[in-house]
């Protein structure tokens, strides 16, 4: 099976800029999770979407959004980009919820300039 | 909510020795129990996790841990460790009636040769 795939892998963009990332999920796996990770916070929970609903939604403002596709594909939107927003965004799929065993893509590498 | 703590940020060991990389939890309610090692600019690769039965959980590249109820603990282990082992390594936690994973902060496993 075809692991997580995530594009793009690297993006830079500006302040105030939006951008949106997305995240293809292992075949079959219904649950999509994404997460931030940056040095100084580590691995910080952002949402996770099963069957095109939300069902968890993490500490972050509303400016990060994301959806579901009925094929399971999420995509996850920033808007209004601060400096502060350069991470490294994980997207994770599980088979069932996001409770259960994950499985990680590679990542997008987000530099705000 | 769970919080997991990574007690060693920075691991060094030298090449063929022992190593163990703590991990506590803090809830007392049923939980799975994983492992996650990342490598430079990739994501995170499943190394190992526990969801019920033996206590003592074998995963890849050589390495196992353990499962502590009592001590709330799943420390990870492996007894020779190779150059190649060096990354970063995080604890993650769920609980079975929860919603979403927790991850500790990680540990950087240096393997000096």
């Known amino acids: 099976k075809a692991g997580v795939t995530q594009t793009p892998r690297y993006l830079i963009k500006t302040r105030g800029q939006q951008v949106t990332l997305s995240c293809s999920p292992i075949?079959?796996?219904?649950?999509v999770s994404w997460y931030q990770q940056t040095p100084g916070q580590g691995l910080q929970f952002l949402f996770e979407?099963?069957?095109?609903?939300?069902?968890n939604k993490g500490n972050f403002p509303g400016r990060f959004s994301g959806r579901q596709f009925s094929n399971s594909r999420s995509e996850m939107n920033v808007s209004t980009l601060e400096l502060g927003d350069s991470a490294l965004y994980l997207c994770?799929?599980?088979?069932?919820?996001?409770?259960?065993?994950?499985?990680f893509g590679p990542g997008t590498r987000l530099t705000v300039t | 909510a769970q919080s997991v703590t990574q007690l060693d940020s920075q691991v060094p060991v030298f090449e063929e020795a022992p190593v163990e990389l703590r991990c506590n939890y803090s809830s007392s309610v049923s939980v799975y129990l994983f492992w996650y090692v990342q490598y430079p600019n990739q994501g995170l690769q499943l190394l190992l996790k526990y969801l019920s039965g033996s206590t003592l959980v074998k995963g890849i590249n050589g390495f196992e841990a353990e499962f502590n109820k009592s001590q709330t603990s799943f420390h990870l282990r492996k007894p020779s460790v190779h150059i190649s082992d060096t990354a970063e390594y995080f604890c993650?936690?769920?609980?079975?009636?929860?919603?979403?994973?927790?991850f500790g902060t990680g540990t950087s496993l240096t393997v000096i040769p």
């Open positions: 993650a936690v769920s609980e079975q009636a929860g919603n979403q994973f927790y």
């Open positions: 979407y099963f069957s095109e609903t939300q069902r």
């Open positions: 075949s079959g796996h219904r649950s």
């Open positions: 994770a799929s599980s088979l069932l919820t996001g409770t259960y065993e994950q499985y």
